[in-house]
T-cell receptor, first 116, second 109 residues
């Protein structure tokens, strides 16, 4: 159990376009989901914490108007990269927290975004 | 501030044993995770420690000393597929997950 899916797995887009990434917990409900970004050979960087039914909490330095997060249900959170630029090219990973005695995070497979 | 330290890179030989250390200074402690991440893939869960001592799970074991702010991940009978980054993460008093930068483990034949 505790499977998290992410779609799409890979996307290439032109500069200036918007890209939506979906994160779904398939067999459990996740009140909290997290969005990370990882540049090559670097560690995970938390971008924002997404809580179902409320506004996301963004980490310092992350533009909330550029990275729109919606957590509309207990199994779905979306990240929209608006007006993407080449410097937004990265590996975006979501995770979902299952409350089971400890706050274990289950990770989606990631989305590789390339902005041309 | 909150800080988690791990070696940046380690090299070991196939069939050998390797220990990856993690030290942490966080505001409170509610558990420590180890994750494995292969290049280009998302992290996968390896272990969770909240009490002092050793947790063994097959070829992998994880140790925790809360008084020393220290943990290690022990990998035995190393296989080439164990080449990956190993991430240490601590849950602080606010139940935030604080990540280390990860240790890249290179396995040589």
């Amino acid at each position: 159990g505790a499977v998290v899916s992410q779609h799409p797995s890979r996307v290439i887009c032109k500069s200036g376009t918007s890209v939506k990434i979906e994160c779904r917990s398939l067999d459990f409900q996740a009140t909290t989901m997290f969005w990370y970004r990882q540049f090559p050979k670097k560690s995970l960087m938390l971008m924002a914490t997404s809580n179902e039914g409320s506004k996301a909490t963004y980490e310092q330095g992350v533009e909330k108007d550029k990275f729109l997060i919606n957590h509309a249900s207990l199994t779905l959170s979306t990240l929209t990269v608006t007006s993407a630029h080449p410097e937004d090219s990265s590996f975006y990973i979501c995770s979902a927290e299952r409350t089971s005695g400890y706050n274990e995070q289950f990770f989606g497979p990631g989305t590789r975004l390339t902005v041309l | 501030g909150q800080n988690i330290d791990q070696p940046t890179e380690m090299t070991a030989t196939e069939g050998a044993i390797v220990q990856i250390n993690c030290t942490y200074q966080t505001s409170g402690f509610n558990g420590l995770f180890w994750y494995q991440q292969h290049a280009g893939e998302a992290p996968t869960f390896l272990s969770y420690n909240v009490l002092d001592g050793l947790e063994e799970k097959g070829r992998f074991s994880s140790f925790l000393s809360r008084s020393k702010g220290y943990s290690y991940l022990l990998l035995k009978e190393l296989q080439m597929k164990d080449s990956a980054s190993y991430l240490c993460a601590v849950i602080d008093s606010n139940y935030q997950l604080i990540w280390g930068a990860g240790t890249k483990l290179i396995i040589k034949p």
